[in-house]
């Protein structure tokens, strides 16, 4: 059974540019959570999908955004890059919404010069 | 607002000593508190769920309780492969994901 995948695993980005990253769930998982991992803040909740809309969402600014396709997967976009936005951007997927159990993917590691 | 506190932020142990990482959690309506691994370049790993106080779960060496106030991880007898950071995090009555607090560390030396 695949996991969850994320991809790009690594990029670079420079200041004021936009990234989109990619998240496929595992198969038959309909909620889609994401989450930023830095060493200062360690993981805070950035949002969550299920069945193609937001469920939830953390406090972060509305330069995060996301949404989730009718085949589960997601994406995350980030716009007007700033220093502080590098970190380890995790996906996490689970059957239900709300679910317990998360299963997460290896994250993409963005770095913003 | 939901928090989450582990203690110590790392940990140092000799093969075969036992220890416990503690999680201290303040929340409003616990639905859950979780215990993750995260091994370097991967993701969290999905370890222990608990939900209400006195309740206990095992895996390995490993063994998960819970308080109202507090949880603990408990690693006897551990090796090598147990080095990892270890997380804990808590699902409130609220609707914002899961509050996760910063790890502990572990190292297991040979």
């Known amino acids: 059974k695949a996991g969850v995948t994320q991809t790009p695993r690594y990029l670079i980005k420079t200041r004021g540019q936009q990234v989109t990253l990619s998240c496929s769930p595992i198969s038959g998982h309909r909620s889609v959570s994401w989450y930023q991992q830095t060493p200062g803040q360690g993981l805070q909740f950035l949002f969550e999908?299920?069945?193609?809309?937001?469920?939830n969402k953390g406090n972060f600014p509305g330069r995060f955004s996301g949404r989730q396709f009718s085949n589960s997967r997601s994406e995350m976009n980030v716009s007007t890059l700033e220093l502080g936005d590098s970190a380890l951007y995790l996906c996490?997927?689970?059957?239900?919404?709300?679910?317990?159990?998360?299963?997460f993917g290896a994250g993409s590691r963005l770095t913003v010069l | 607002e939901d928090q989450v506190t582990q203690s110590p932020e790392a940990l140092r142990l000799q093969e075969g000593e036992s220890s416990s990482l503690n999680c201290s959690y303040t929340v409003s309506g616990l639905r859950g508190l979780f215990w993750y691994r995260q091994d370097p370049g991967k993701g969290p790993e999905f370890l222990f769920t608990?939900?209400?106080a006195g309740e206990e779960k095992e895996k390995e060496r490993l063994k998960a309780t819970l308080t109202k106030k507090e949880s603990f991880l408990h690693i006897t007898a551990p090796k090598p492969e147990d080095s990892a950071t270890y997380l804990c995090?808590?699902?409130?009555?609220?609707?914002?994901?899961?509050?996760f607090g910063k790890g502990t560390h572990l190292i297991i030396q040979p």
């Open positions: 996490a997927s689970s059957l239900g919404a709300g679910a317990n159990v998360l299963t």
């Open positions: 608990l939900y209400s």
């Open positions: 995090a808590v699902r409130g009555g609220g609707a914002d994901g899961l509050t």
């Open positions: 999908y299920f069945s193609e809309t937001q469920r």
